[in-house]
């Protein structure tokens, strides 16, 4: 057993065969040796802030822990006994991917990113999530009592665009193999639609979206909400005098959550700002409250219904209204406030701000509307005036995101805060006749911009377990090239390894923030600490 006073003053008591967190900022250690049997070869890892470990042994005050696919001895007083709110911002190319570990070890994923047929990057955000089961968190393999699925409780889908829920697509497969499980996916309400397209006529129409009623434009109300998996069933099939259905790999999806309800999958539920928090996220529930601030939801003859948001002429393909009712999250902890934002363009954060005080939008660190779109409002992101701002954003993307107007605004109505010494003071700099307070201006992070992959041909193949598969195996798994006819090998390809797909990191205990993003060429982190 270890024992230590840590820094913050609480005592915590570190032992053998249980979960410690890493304490400092950051810190670079040798490794000892591979965990389990994966084939690793780098000579020192690097643990940030909150990071997780098994500790396998204590001697001396030193712990051997496991911990990122490796056993590395790390000082007892690095650790501590408390866990932390950890946020990651998935580089996943062109889309959107958060994963969020909670305080009391719940996960939840706030979209998924594309699909690997449709990534423009090669990176998805499932791929970090498989890293993260069973490399980062290698001891959940590496003994044999931990393993278990890795469950979340829950799976958000803020809006059906392919490049938000593309990568569940991908998820499927591991729920039917039981190595994840959804206790409830929560989405926004909107079902895409086959069947025909009417213009809007000032009374009536029928889009992707389903029909659209009400008064003219923009008093026009989409009035087909999905709930539960009862309406995904209802509407899975034309019935009566409805000519029209889900459909669409938006549809797929909904039916794969429909056909493994009980076997891996748990509730669907649509939730909106009337709902006031995430069911079981409350604050009387949960150290962390996760408050539902989006999307709105009003009546239409009684009936709940959504804004419209496009034009008449978009009736077919309603982007604006796709984006504008995105599930919108604030993650609050204490003093820090994390604010998720889905694709809000500016006719939607209008629509908030007339339902919504303002101050409800303020927050510490916000991931910015729809990949850095410029279709944004000045007087939502004044509302926000977040110290950090995050782009998750693609490289070879065809919409430019982020937008330099996105990016200059964003600076521009960010909380701009100075820079503090240990106690408590603003750090001056100052050279011949000119001194001034250090001030660190609002942050901008993009996820297209912090990446770094090393190319090589692979060595050898491992499935999820860690088990080398055979050469043999591999071809045999492989495809023929349809413009050689010959048998692709091993050797053929370039494997993208150390990928560190542009992730932002966020960690808090409420009281601090520390944003990382990975050093390009060494083991470690660039970081920032904002005292909140």
Not at 123 to 150: G, H, S, T, V
Not at 204 to 221: E, S, T
Request: with cysteine.
């Amino acid at each position: 057993m270890g024992k230590k006073d840590h820094k913050e003053g609480y005592l915590a008591v570190i032992r053998a065969d249980e979960l410690a967190y890493f304490a400092l900022s950051q810190k670079t250690y040798p490794t000892l040796r591979p965990a389990h049997h994966f084939k690793f070869a780098d000579k020192k890892v690097a643990f940030l802030w909150g990071d997780p470990v098994y500790v396998i042994d204590i001697t001396n005050d030193v712990a051997t822990v496991s911990g990122k696919g490796y056993h590395v001895e790390v000082p007892v007083d690095h650790l501590m006994e408390d866990p932390i709110l950890c946020v990651y911002q998935i580089d996943c190319g062109q889309g959107d991917a958060a994963l969020v570990h909670f305080p009391d070890d719940r996960w939840m994923m706030i979209d998924g990113g594309p699909a690997h047929n449709w990534s423009n990057s090669g990176k998805i955000a499932p791929d970090f999530l498989y890293w993260k089961m069973f490399i980062d968190q290698c001891w959940k393999n590496e003994f044999d009592f931990r393993r278990e699925p890795f469950v979340f409780d829950a799976l958000v889908c803020t809006h059906p665009d392919y490049d938000h829920y593309g990568g569940y697509l991908d998820m499927t497969r591991h729920v039917e193999k039981k190595t994840i499980e959804y206790k409830t996916v929560y989405h926004c309400g909107l079902g895409r639609f086959d069947g025909d397209v009417h213009k809007y006529d000032g009374a009536k129409g029928h889009g992707q979206l389903g029909p659209v009623r009400g008064k003219a434009l923009p008093d026009a109300y989409m009035t087909t909400l999905l709930d539960g998996f009862d309406d995904v069933g209802k509407f899975s099939k034309r019935a009566g005098s409805r000519r029209w259905q889900l459909a669409g790999s938006y549809a797929t999806w909904l039916k794969d959550l429909r056909r493994l309800k009980g076997n891996g999958v748990g509730e669907l539920k649509r939730v909106d700002s009337s709902v006031g928090h995430l069911p079981d996220f409350e604050p009387q529930n949960s150290d962390v409250a996760v408050n539902v601030l989006g999307p709105i939801v009003e009546k239409w003859k009684n009936k709940p219904a959504m804004r419209f948001l496009d034009t008449a002429s978009n009736i077919g393909d309603p982007s604006k209204t796709r984006n504008g009712h995105s599930i919108v999250l604030r993650l609050d902890y204490k003093n820090a406030r994390i604010l998720l934002t889905g694709d809000l363009n500016f006719r939607s954060q209008a629509l908030l701000l007339k339902h919504i005080d303002k101050s409800e939008f303020s927050c510490h660190v916000a991931k910015a509307c729809h990949h850095g779109a410029e279709d944004i409002s000045c007087t939502f992101l004044e509302a926000m005036s977040p110290m950090a701002t995050m782009f998750s954003s693609g490289d070879n993307e065809t919409h430019a995101h982020p937008r330099a107007r996105a990016l200059g605004l964003s600076a521009a109505f960010g909380h701009k805060f100075a820079l503090l010494t240990k106690t408590g003071k603003v750090r001056k700099q100052k050279f011949l006749d000119l001194e001034e307070d250090r001030l660190i201006a609002p942050l901008i992070y993009s996820t297209e911009l912090s990446r770094s992959i090393e190319l090589h041909p692979p060595r050898a193949a491992f499935d999820s377990q860690g088990n080398r598969i055979p050469k043999a195996e591999v071809q045999a798994r492989g495809r023929t090239n349809p413009k050689t006819g010959r048998r692709e090998l091993l050797s053929d390809w370039l494997l993208a390894d150390k990928m560190v797909y542009g992730l932002i990191n966020v960690r808090t205990d409420g009281n601090k923030i520390l944003l990382a993003v990975s050093n390009e060429g060494k083991p470690g982190f660039q970081i920032e600490e904002l005292n909140i």
